[in-house]
């Protein structure tokens, strides 16, 4: 069984390295140095959004069980291959952008292909090791990553100037409060939480492990923008395909420290291993609810050699993340509406057969 502490650091983390990765760069090209609000604001839209979807789904199993249950093969099928189109677009990006970022900023005199042949061995052995065990890793990891995240912070506090979020609506209203509902893609591994439903120890920490996860990711992803648009005048701050790296490389303590980022690398990479390996895991045990265990035995090194090959049909590193930045305009749709389309489908199939009995 999963505890209420590691599930509330495994979202947290996804939540997290998303944010961290490429949605800054798609927040602020949009609405600006005004972006820190797009942020405050569709957190709490999501916050509402997932509360709505728990309420309305409460069960000890997750959706596809229920699913399985009311609708039979053909139902657990469907609901399945959504979560995996889901948890599938959510990975993707990352697994060509994390070996790009690194080759770019640690290793460039490596060969990309031998970077992701890494790394992709070390997301299968990570999925393989189980979801008990990357939960086990996340709850030790947290703390450590949210304390260097706090030194961050403070170390960039001299490098704030209040003018560069001025003007205060950025590039304007409709931008900042409209047009960057992609934003709220950076909560749709919660869908990931339900599946998980089975393996907690109580479920009905689910709606609560949601939420924090929500409030301490969210305001993690808060401070990262607001951080990069104190530091950074638009539309200088806009030209960053990776902000967040960006803000780190301003950092200079003295010549000791000369490369002080190489901390944060680290504890980011980790990070991402950590998102990488759980994602794989969850994908291959929503596998094994939807197609039975024999199909889910081989399916981590299956799912991350396809997700690798369809990674590298954008021809280049800025074509990845426009695509990103495309397929996110939708993803939180399913994310937040197939927990509420079973739980209203299953209501009325109850219905029907109390009345049939009848």
Known sequence: MITYKQLRSIITNAIFVKMFMTFP????????????????????????????????????????????????????????????LVAAFNLMPIMRIFPEIIRLVLLRQTYIEFIWLVFAVVVVCGAYCGIESIAAVHELYIPVAGGAFILLMLLLLPKYN??????????????????????????????????????????????????????VGGGAAFLIVAAYCLVYSYPASGRFLIPSYQIERVISLSSFFSHFEAIFQFMWSVAIILYCAFSVAVMSETV????????????PPVIVLLLSAAAILPQTLSDMINWEAAISRWLFIPSFALPILVAIVSHETILKKKSGKK
């Not at 942020?39 to 309420?55: K, N, Q, T």
């Not at 003018?163 to 919660?190: A, E, K, M, Q, W």
């Not at 094994?288 to 399916?299: E, V």
């Open 288 to 299: 094994k609810a939807s197609f039975g265990s024999t199909a889910a035995r081989f399916s």
């Open 25 to 84: 760069h798609q927040l602020i090209r949009a609405a600006g140095n005004a972006a820190w609000q797009s942020v405050a604001v569709y957190g709490a839209a999501a916050a509402g959004l997932f509360w709505i979807s728990a309420m309305m789904f409460r069960s000890n199993t997750n959706i596809i069980e229920v699913a399985g249950k009311r609708g039979g093969r053909a139902a657990r099928v469907a609901v399945g291959g959504a979560v995996l």
């Open 162 to 215: 209040i003018d560069n979020i001025f003007p205060i609506f950025g590039t304007g209203l409709y931008n900042v409060y409209v047009n960057n509902s992609s934003y709220l893609s950076v909560f749709s591994d919660l869908l990931l939480l339900n599946i998980l439903i089975p393996r907690m120890e109580y479920a009905g920490d689910y709606r609560k492990i949601g939420l924090t996860a929500i409030l």
